[in-house]
């Protein structure tokens, strides 16, 4: 079966700067997606950022992108000039690729403070 | 606003009553996912159908059931209500089911079993 983990409960990052949020899975499958999603204290839940396993090119939008180590299962989120409106917290999601099984497995989540 | 309605937003109720919970996904969208979120942890998967299908089971209890409609909008029964069934039900939806398309989440419906 697979497993999302972030080891990260909480992070904190001073305005401006970067920060990376964690995120290691495990699978036998080759073929899957990615994504980091943000739910803020309103608990919408919304998509931040999303990576094919099939591409080698780490995806970036806008502020933010991934560091996704196929071999290692990893995928770090790195949040560029961070911005108040970005506290909140992220999880890691993994989705199986293969034909028949589209369940979505999220990791606990990673609380992100920014401090002015 | 993603498009997707959920009602009631919250709902209190008392153990071992039943509830149902709706979901209206985005127009256009044939694929509905529901979400437990309980106090603090991340979301459970819990059963994903598609234009009238069920296509796949999470950690589904068996005394919760769902289904989709033909107008395609959803709802998730909770029944035997116990006090660990309180959390937040997020419903998402998608265009379609197989290819990656994104998932827009609902604001959720808050339970709280008393």
């Known amino acids: 079966a697979q497993t999302v983990t972030q080891s990260q409960p909480e992070m904190s990052v001073q305005e401006a700067e970067t920060v990376t949020l964690s995120c290691t899975y495990d699978?036998?499958?080759?073929?899957?997606?990615l994504f980091w999603y943000k739910q803020p204290p309103s608990r919408q839940m919304i998509l931040v950022i999303r990576?094919?396993?099939?591409?080698?090119q780490n995806a970036t939008e806008n502020r933010f992108s991934v560091n996704f180590q196929k071999a290692a299962k990893s995928f770090s989120l790195k949040i560029s000039d961070s911005q108040l409106g970005d506290a909140a917290m992220y999880f890691c999601a993994y989705r199986s690729g293969s034909s028949g099984t589209y369940k979505y497995i999220f990791g606990t989540g990673t609380r992100l403070k920014v401090l002015a | 606003d993603s498009g997707v309605t959920q009602t009631p937003k919250h709902l209190i109720t008392a153990t071992g009553q039943r509830v149902t919970l709706r979901c209206s996904p985005r127009s256009g969208d044939l694929s509905v996912y529901w979400y437990q979120q309980s106090l603090d942890q991340g979301l459970q998967f819990l059963i994903h159908?598609?234009?009238?299908?069920?296509?796949a089971k999470g950690n589904i209890l068996e005394r919760f059931s769902a289904q989709q409609f033909p107008d395609l909008h959803s709802e998730l029964n909770l029944s035997s209500l116990e006090l660990g069934d309180s959390a937040l039900y997020f419903c998402?939806?998608?265009?379609?089911?197989?290819?990656?398309?994104?998932?827009?989440f609902g604001p959720g419906t808050r339970l709280t079993v008393t």
């Open positions: 699978t036998s499958e080759s073929d899957y997606y």
């Open positions: 990576q094919e396993a099939y591409k080698q």
């Open positions: 159908y598609y234009n009238g299908e069920e296509r």
């Open positions: 998402a939806s998608s265009v379609a089911a197989g290819e990656i398309y994104e998932q827009y």
